[in-house]
């Protein structure tokens, strides 16, 4: 083959237009070939309404992540993280009335479980009953827990059950 054949075959591989197969925004791998709404709620923290929500204040149309421009998913981005600055109601956001600040934030990803987590830490130092509970492993919100439960916490005591009787001998049942 030609020196010239080979250059143009190279400058038409160089020109095939690239899709983008995976997006990532707040610490998630998105499937591009997803639409927006259903991409977002794959983000720990974003769930459908918030994410029907975020496309509305965005003003864009729900297509495949892939046919967006690199500054559509930067806006994206910046409304998953400063939501009030996009005009997204504060119902939704999933941390209102922070017991820190006081103020209203959504969290995703990493930021979630941490603060999560944190919460969690808080209520078992103040020992208070919903912090007792999560200490030793029960169930914190009213549930059952005498029949129920026992296989997060192993099994306790001994097996309760029907005792049979014992046969006499020469009989069958």
């Known amino acids: ?57 965005l003003g864009l149309d729900n297509v495949a992540l892939e046919s967006l421009s690199e500054e559509d998913i930067e806006r994206i981005k910046q409304a998953l993280k400063e939501p009030q600055k996009f ?10 009335k922070d017991i820190v600040t006081g103020k209203d934030y959504h969290l995703v990803s990493s ?11 808080r209520l078992k130092s103040i020992k208070c009953y919903r912090g007792i509970r999560h200490m030793f492993n ?12 026992a296989n997060v916490r192993g099994r306790v005591g001994a097996t309760v059950g029907v005792v ?7 009989k069958k049942w």
């Open 111 to 121: 930021d979630l479980v941490l603060s999560h987590n944190l919460d969690l830490k």
């Open 1 to 57: 083959m030609p020196k010239k054949e080979k250059e143009i075959k190279k400058q038409a591989v160089a020109k095939k237009p690239e899709f983008k197969k995976i997006i990532r925004i707040a610490d998630t791998d998105l499937d591009a070939s997803k639409k927006i709404e259903h991409a977002l709620i794959s983000i720990k923290g974003v769930s459908w309404s918030y994410a029907h929500a975020v496309r509305k204040a």
């Open 138 to 149: 029960y169930k914190v919100r009213g549930q059952r827990t005498r029949s129920r439960g």
């Open 87 to 96: 005009g997204i109601p504060s119902w939704l956001y999933n941390r209102r």
């Open 164 to 170: 049979r009787r014992k046969q006499k001998p020469g």
